[in-house]
């Protein structure tokens, strides 16, 4: 029974995250052949194939929808991560969240190249990405500080979140580029790696 609500749980979840990546995709659509106020919520709603009020639900406005959820860790996976696991070594741990986060929600190279293209024609967008990414990094800097003790300060917490992102910045590149069939995850991985033999 335990495990029947789990499943229907985790269907549900996958619903809602499908859903949402729906709206999403169509925001940068509509943003890649309007710009951003070439549109209204009405258009993307109608577009998305989902109510207004469901819409709504999801995103508050354009620029939430084009910009879309980032993905979520679950509070037991932030748990062992704070209380020093998995692995105990806090780059690997590190990368298990990035792993988390990514794994089941990838990107395809089509979605990739047009999120790019949205983003550099439009500088709002930028702009919100920006102080998002701002918002992300404090949260986490602060799971870094909680997990690692006060001598671990927040500029350096700062820094190891920034040469992750990095990493991250060039897993989506070799996405575009890769020919293999890799996923964004397993790229992010082989990212690290490198980062690693070179800081050895």
Known sequence: MHFM???AISLREQKRWDTSLRITRCAKVLTDENGLDGFTMEDLADAAEVSRRTLFNYFPSKLDAV??????????VLATFIAGGPHGNLADDLAELARAALTGK???????ELTRRVMTANPRLLAAAHERFESITEEFTALLV????????PARARLILRLFVALFDCSLGDLLDDAETRTLDEIFVDQLQYARDFFA
């Open 146 to 153: 909680e997990r690692e003790g006060a001598d671990f300060t």
């Open 106 to 112: 990838q990107a395809d190279r089509d979605t990739v």
């Open 67 to 76: 910009l879309g959820e980032h993905p979520e860790i679950s509070p037991s």
């Open 5 to 7: 609500i789990e499943s």
